[in-house]
């Protein structure tokens, strides 16, 4: 044997030996959470999740390293790991616009980790009411893209629904052309959500500016029909043509490089402060000059920083709009408590949505 192989041949040894060090220390952190779980069930607690905990310990280990592998890696690997943990807890049910294969479902696996039952449903607005009703522990829907802006389905089911916001993840999306034409001159038709073609409008018009463009409710939806028709295509994720049996004919083809969407995680527990924290809440205005103005003083005066202001229209009568608000902070904050209760005094309409560990501070 040669000394290079020598040299190799003892390195795989030390890897063998710290990979069944890992996996004992892996084994007795999956005894503790046990342990948690024995705990809960002798209080009555219901919530096997808690996402100010999560977040808190993905951050500190992030924070923690030290390298070669980067923050992002670790969060990744951890994450799995505490998924794994928490499903000898309990197995959590969380649905997601569906079908299997589309970024909503890698946004839940990506918040989640892969150790839960992933329940696709057909539209936004079903997995509202199945997280309102008991039938799914959690949701993930879409609420914003960098590109196209704010999903309006999502925020117009949060004027009537019961669920809070308990968490987000942000996703980078890249979009590929998927079919099974051998060139994209024999492509007579084209599937995908409507953000996704707006995410890609620039590629289009340029590549297929004559081509149909078929609006369905999502691109695994997109996939499913282009696989079942000769001629055509779908826009959606790499994932989603080996799901459907179709070749990826062009990658990346939407306009923006770091094109990302950020999804919300809709549940029914309020969530403790983490100290990176956001905050949403819905609200409406007098219709008289100034009042919105007034209203948003609430967070000057407090030094409360908003990263996102959106106008929809209430549904409640013609040219009656809500506003849908994020801000940094945690309804804890002795800042945010008193914001929130001048908007509630003076608002028309006021609902509160929930505060939540931030994503940007820790996930990959």
């Known amino acids: 044997m040669s000394g290079s192989n020598k040299k190799l041949e003892a390195i795989r040894r030390e ?12 084994n007795r952190r999956a005894q503790l959470a046990k342990k948690v779980a024995e705990v809960k ?13 999560e977040a808190q310990v993905l951050r500190a280990l992030a924070a923690a390293n030290n390298g070669p592998l980067s923050g992002a890696h670790v969060a990744r690997i951890f994450q799995e790991i505490v998924s794994a943990c928490r499903a000898l807890q309990k197995s959590l049910a969380v649905a997601y616009l569906g079908p299997e294969g589309t970024f909503t479902e890698s946004a839940a696996f990506k918040h989640f980790g892969h150790a839960i039952d992933a329940v696709p449903v057909e539209d936004i607005g079903s997995v509202f009411r199945r997280v309102e009703s008991g039938g799914s522990d959690y949701g993930v829907v879409p609420i914003e893209n960098s590109t196209e802006g704010v999903v309006g389905h999502t925020l117009d089911m949060f004027v009537s629904s019961g669920v809070s916001i308990c968490g987000e993840v942000e996703l980078a999306v ?5 079919g099974s034409a051998g060139d994209l001159e024999d492509i007579a038709r084209i599937y995908s959500h409507q953000q996704s073609f707006g995410q890609c409008r620039r590629w289009l018009d340029a590549n297929l500016p004559k081509v149909p463009r078929e609006t369905v409710a999502s691109n695994g ?13 779908a826009i959606a994720g790499e994932r989603a043509a080996a799901d459907h049996g179709l070749r990826v004919l062009v990658r990346n083809i939407e306009d923006e490089p770091e094109n ?3 999804f919300v995680i809709l549940g029914r527990q309020a969530v403790g402060a983490t100290g990176s924290d956001k905050t949403s809440v819905l609200f409406s ?7 919105l103005y007034e209203l948003l003083r609430a967070f000057k005066e407090r030094d409360i920083n908003m990263t996102r202001i959106e106008s929809r229209p209430s549904h409640r009568g013609k040219w009656s709009y809500v506003f849908y608000v994020d801000f940094e902070g945690h309804a804890d904050d002795a800042n945010v408590t008193e914001a929130l209760a001048e908007l509630e005094e003076r608002a028309p309409f006021y609902k509160f949505l929930g505060s939540y560990p931030q994503s940007s501070a820790w996930s990959a």
């Open 285 to 291: 205005t007098k219709d008289r000059p100034g009042a």
């Open 221 to 233: 939806e997109a996939a499913r029909r282009a696989s079942g028709e000769k001629g055509s295509a």
């Open 174 to 178: 890249h979009h590929c052309l998927l």
């Open 41 to 53: 069930d002798g209080e009555g607690s219901s919530h096997y999740y808690r996402p100010e905990r």
């Open 260 to 262: 990302t969407t950020r």
């Open 15 to 26: 890897i063998d030996a710290l990979d069944a060090e890992l996996l004992a220390m892996m």
